[in-house]
Structures are given as C-alpha cells and as structure tokens.
C-alpha cells in the first residue's frame, strides 16, 4: 500500500506561525486605572444621587472620587512627562493660535482638524478634574446640612448642578471619543484599556508601574470597605436610618 508523499508530516508545508502586529505603550497603568475607576465611581454616584436609600454609598464613591483627583494630581507633577498635568495646559494654550487659523483665513481642508480634536480632548479632560472639586465640597457641605444653617435647600441644588454639569461633560467625552473612533476607523478608547496603539517605534512611556495600578485599587477598595464597616449595618440600612432621623428631628 502506497503513501501520498503530499500528506506525510516531513513534506508538509510548514505554516509560519501568526506575527503580532507591532504596538507601543502610550498610557501607564495609574492613568488607566485613575480613569476606570473614576467612570465607576461617577456612574455609581450619579446613580445613586436621588433619595436616601443608597445616600452612605453615593457620599462613599463621592469621597473615592475626591481621592483619585488627589492621587491624579500628585501623578501629574511627580509622575511621568506624558502624565503630567503641564502636557494638558499646553495643549490648551495652542487654542488660541488654532481659532485665528479658522475660516475665513483658510478653507475648511486646510484647517488643522486633528490639533482641534486634541484641543476639545484636553479641555474635556481639565473640566472633568476641575468639576470634581466643587461637586465634592457641595456634596459635603449637603451631607452635614450646612445649607439648612443659612436657611432653604439651596446647597443641595448647588451639589446637584456641578453633578449635571460633570455629566454633560463626560458624555460630551464619549461622544468625541465615538465621533473619532469612526472617522479614524478606529478605537480611540482601546489605548485606555491596553495602553498600547498600533505602530512602530519607541515606547512613549518606558515603565508600565502596574504596581502603583494595583496599589490605587486596593487603596479605593479598602476605603469602600472601612465605610461599610463604620456604617451600623449597611449602605442601604444607614441610609434608611438617616431618613427616618431626619423625619424624627423634624417633628
């Protein structure tokens, strides 16, 4: 009985083995992880916002939320060039000498689109930062019932307009992010997620730091903890509670 020589193993032709397209790292792992858990935090305190029911986990991610900005902004001036908060302020500084270039000086293809999208980027990313601290202090200062000292509810409404402005803002960065990703026929959220874009060259940023990453969760997460411990029972339970004191002290 013959063989086919096709079909034996030594004569097969051997498959070259799949290349990985080559990538660099553009975002460290504390940015990422800043950004993740600072989306978790808004989402879940925006969520949360109405009623008491859930009042002990909105101030708890509320307070996680003022944390990051603190950690963000010590990473923006002792962490790395491309981390750094002074990158952000430049770019916006080039907002005026874009607008001059705007028609009627040029046509529409000769404008320089893409340092236009960097400018909203960057400005999308500064009022998400600056918003926090506002949103921060109203909330507490409606947690401990400072406005009802001067008389009316008008502190809660301060807290809940910086929280309806941060919103704007951040689906005004989803939108952008949605807007480009299709222009560009491309992820524009998947270097947030990987930290890497597709490319030749060099490693903008050498180190990863997935250490610190890690360090900036457990952090959060221990936070979270401690607040359920310090509650009488729990979240829901505490926030129950306060509302009944309340209507208890009013009558």
């Known amino acids: 009985m013959q063989t086919n020589p096709s079909?034996?193993?030594?004569?097969?032709?051997?498959?070259?083995?799949p290349t990985k397209a080559p990538s660099r790292r553009v975002t460290d792992a504390p940015t990422r992880m800043f950004h993740w858990l600072f989306a978790v935090c808004f989402a879940g305190a925006y969520a949360t916002a109405d009623g008491e029911h859930w009042r002990l986990l909105h101030v708890t991610l509320g307070y996680t939320m003022a944390g990051l900005l603190g950690f963000?902004?010590?990473y923006g001036i002792f962490?790395?060039?491309?981390?750094?908060?002074?990158?952000?302020?430049?770019?916006?500084?080039?907002?005026?000498a874009w607008l001059r270039a705007l028609p009627p000086s040029k046509t529409i293809t000769q404008i320089?689109?893409?340092?236009?999208?960097s400018l909203?980027?960057?400005?999308?990313?500064?009022?998400l930062l600056t918003l926090v601290v506002p949103l921060t202090l109203s909330g507490y200062a409606t947690y401990n019932d400072w406005g009802a000292a001067l008389g009316g509810d008008w502190m809660e409404e301060v807290h809940e307009f910086f929280g309806n402005a941060l919103l704007f803002v951040v689906l005004a960065h989803i939108a952008l992010i949605a807007g480009l990703s299709v222009l560009r026929r491309k992820n524009q959220a998947l270097p947030m997620l990987t930290g890497r874009v597709e490319g030749k060259g060099p490693d903008l940023i050498p180190k990863n730091r997935t250490w610190l990453a890690a360090l900036l969760l457990i952090a959060s997460l221990a936070f979270g903890t401690w607040q359920w411990q310090q509650s009488p029972s729990s979240w829901v339970a505490n926030g129950t509670s306060t509302e009944r004191q309340r209507h208890h002290d009013d009558d």
């Open 7 to 17: 079909l034996h193993p030594a004569n097969a032709t051997a498959q070259p083995a």
């Open 72 to 74: 963000r902004l010590l």
């Open 79 to 96: 962490g790395p060039r491309t981390s750094g908060l002074g990158l952000l302020w430049r770019k916006l500084a080039g907002a005026p």
């Open 112 to 117: 320089n689109w893409r340092q236009g999208q």
């Open 120 to 127: 909203l980027m960057a400005l999308a990313i500064v009022l």
